[in-house]
């Protein structure tokens, strides 16, 4: 796996023993190795590139998309941005009685699989469909901005 290579000058004599000298055409193994790796990069550079510009299309198409439907229907656009508004309040009284819960009954959630279950189902469905909704809503009145490029996070 692992090879000598000798770094020092050589004499313009003989070659060293086990040794034989190679002409300028012809490409050492390690020469050869680092031209594939840089084949290989470039390829898959390429291929980023086109899956990079396959991602942003569909984002522009989706951001076009819904630019449309807020313009088709900016009433209904506007009444997600005050619903939006609205539910993102209650979720926060959620979080806060979640939280709260979490607190106060810690030692019984940590130790005890029975009660992390009844947790779980307690807040875990509420809260998942709450933040998709939630999500939604924000999607549907979101006013897009000129900052807001696919290319930017």
Not at 11 to 20: Q, T, V, W, Y
Request: net charge negative; hydrophobic share 35%; proline share 7%.
């Amino acid at each position: 796996m692992f090879s000598q290579i000798d770094v020092s000058h050589a004499s313009a004599g003989a070659p060293r023993p086990g040794h034989h000298l190679r002409g300028p055409a012809e490409p050492s193994e390690n020469t050869q190795l680092l031209r594939e790796i840089l084949s290989a990069q470039d390829r898959q550079n390429e291929l980023l590139e086109e899956l990079v510009a396959q991602i942003g299309a569909a984002h522009r198409q989706r951001a076009a998309e819904l630019g449309d439907w807020k313009q088709a229907n900016p009433e209904l656009a506007r009444n997600c941005r005050h619903a939006a508004e609205s539910l993102s309040k209650v979720q926060t009284e959620f979080l806060t009685s979640l939280t709260e819960e979490i607190r106060d009954n810690f030692d019984a959630l940590y130790d005890g699989e029975f009660m992390l279950n009844e947790f779980v189902d307690r807040y875990g469905p509420r809260l998942a469909h709450l933040n998709g909704v939630l999500q939604v809503l924000t999607q549907l009145s979101s006013v897009p901005s000129p900052t807001n490029t696919p290319n930017t996070p």
